[in-house]
């Protein structure tokens, strides 16, 4: 792996969040894809990204605690009662 | 590098049609998918709250707005498709006022009778902002552990809103942007940043 080259670097993360939506066009895809094969920087950027990401995701899945579901189901009782 | 795709950053589609479903079965008089469709809606609000806003007790009555406004709501919908929209607009709403609210009012204190007292019997001070400061970060810890509680801490409120929108709860960018009304350019400006300072937050924790 190379050193960062600042100017593609940038130019290239400008781009990441849309890479990471599936948003960016394919030629774009590809430059960045071939460039964070030789970036230790970027690669550790985009990994990063994709961890943060990631967490938020299984967040959003996990139920919420037992005792807010308790309520939660306690008052739709008491509403249709 | 893998591809983009396999992230999968945003939840289903179906996730609007899902809620559009159970709108319409509880429209229509099934009480299972009115059960279903209010507790949806309560674990949205409460998640929500807290994530944004950072308190429980202010999670606990926007949750028991929205099964009210639920339930009113689902009688006299005319496109079930909208719902989820509504019900996230509806939330972030009554959060924004919760926090007006809270600028407006004292700081919390504790009555005399409440006081606590040394081995001596002398009274000690009690600092309740900060017990319910930790009863707070408990919450928000099991819902979504402690070191994304503590990046999401870390992140400006504006931006916060859009992390808890499309990343947590997988909303579109358009979704996003019509119910924090703003433009999709600008959910995605935001969102851009957003990441780029949780990811330096994570990396530090």
Known sequence: MSEPRADECRELLAGVSAYLDGELGTRDCERLERHSRTCRSCAAVVAGLRQAIGLCHEAGRAPLPDAVREKARASIKRLLK | ?205
């Open chain 2, 1 to 205: 590098m893998t591809n983009p795709e396999d992230v999968n950053l945003s939840k289903d589609d179906g996730e609007r049609t899902a809620y559009a479903g159970l709108v319409r079965g509880a429209a229509a008089g099934n009480s299972e998918a009115m059960e279903q469709l209010l507790m949806r809606a309560q674990e949205v609000a409460y998640r929500v709250s807290l994530l944004v806003c950072g308190q429980a007790e202010d999670a606990e009555d926007t949750m028991q707005e929205a099964l009210l406004k639920t339930y009113r709501y689902v009688h006299r919908i005319k496109n079930p498709e909208a719902f989820r929209t509504w019900l996230y607009r509806t939330v972030r709403n009554a959060c924004l006022m919760k926090r007006r609210r809270r600028v407006d009012e004292p700081g919390r204190f504790t009555s005399l009778e409440q006081g606590a007292t040394n081995g001596s019997g002398e009274p000690v001070p009690i600092d309740v902002a900060d017990e319910t400061r930790r009863a707070d970060q408990q919450m928000i810890d099991a819902v979504v552990g402690e070191r994304l509680r503590q990046a999401l801490d870390r992140l400006p409120r504006a931006y916060r809103i859009i992390v808890v929108l499309r990343e947590i709860e997988g909303l579109s960018t358009r979704e996003v942007a019509e119910i924090a009304g703003i433009s999709e350019a600008n959910v995605k400006t935001r969102l851009h940043r957003a990441r780029q300072m949780l990811r330096q937050s994570l990396e530090g924790l």
